[in-house]
T-cell receptor, first 112, second 115 residues
């Protein structure tokens, strides 16, 4: 069965620190990859997505992610986080269907 | 653009009653809508996929007679939790997709509490 793993469940950083959140998936075929963010009390918003082409994808708010096919990974990065980045981050995959499989999420807390 | 609304945003009901949650795509036509359930501090679990004018496809372990889904138009899907019990208390989120295999746009969610 398809699955998505997010290894970091809770990350605590100071402002200006660099961020990398891991995401690995299990599926051997063509995949579409997504990172969503859920700010406190708000709904899920799309940060970035990868369908094909350049494996380094840039999203909103300075986030980027790199698709490494050989590692089945799609890690999210930001060089310098802000307090306003405090949120829950979800990696998601759809593989051959229109269903999204979500990872368990990573809670990011950024302190000033 | 691509706004999805849900109504109500929260509901409290007595055990044994039924609750209907609406999901609307406000500025696009959604060929497919999805219903998820999110437990506290956990991920979203897909409950079912609905396509306009056809029966919903439920994920394994989801009782279709308990969670009735209707997708009567390209902008509206409803989830009815029938004979709700306290274990049905959860956060229910819908999403809508304008094209198959394209991205999904999420609603703000509905907090259901069954007493």
């Amino acid at each position: 069965a398809q699955s998505v793993s997010q290894h970091n469940h809770h990350v605590i950083l100071s402002e200006a620190a660099s961020l990398e959140l891991g995401c690995n998936y299990s599926y051997g075929g063509t995949v579409n990859l997504f990172w969503y963010v859920q700010y406190p009390g708000q709904h899920l918003q799309l940060l970035l997505k990868y369908f094909s082409g350049d494996p380094l994808v840039k999203g909103i708010k300075g986030f980027e992610a790199e698709f490494i096919k050989s590692k089945f990974s799609f890690n999210l990065r930001k060089p310098s986080v802000q307090w306003s980045d405090t949120a829950e981050y979800f990696c998601a995959v759809n593989a051959g269907t229109d269903k999204l499989i979500f990872g368990t999420g990573t809670r990011l807390q950024v302190f000033p | 653009g691509a706004v999805v609304s849900q109504h109500p945003s929260w509901v409290i009901c007595k055990s044994g009653t039924s609750v209907k949650i609406e999901c609307r795509s406000l500025d696009f036509q959604a060929t497919t809508m999805f219903w998820y359930r999110q437990f506290p501090k956990q991920s979203l679990m897909l409950m079912a996929t609905s396509n306009e004018g056809s029966k919903a496809t439920y994920e394994q372990g989801v009782e279709k007679d308990k969670f009735l889904i209707n997708h009567a138009s390209l902008t509206l899907s409803t989830l009815t939790v029938t004979s709700a019990h306290p274990e049905d208390s959860s956060f229910y989120i819908c999403s809508a997709s304008p094209l198959r295999y394209n991205e999904q746009f999420f609603g703000p969610g509905t907090r259901l509490t069954v007493l």
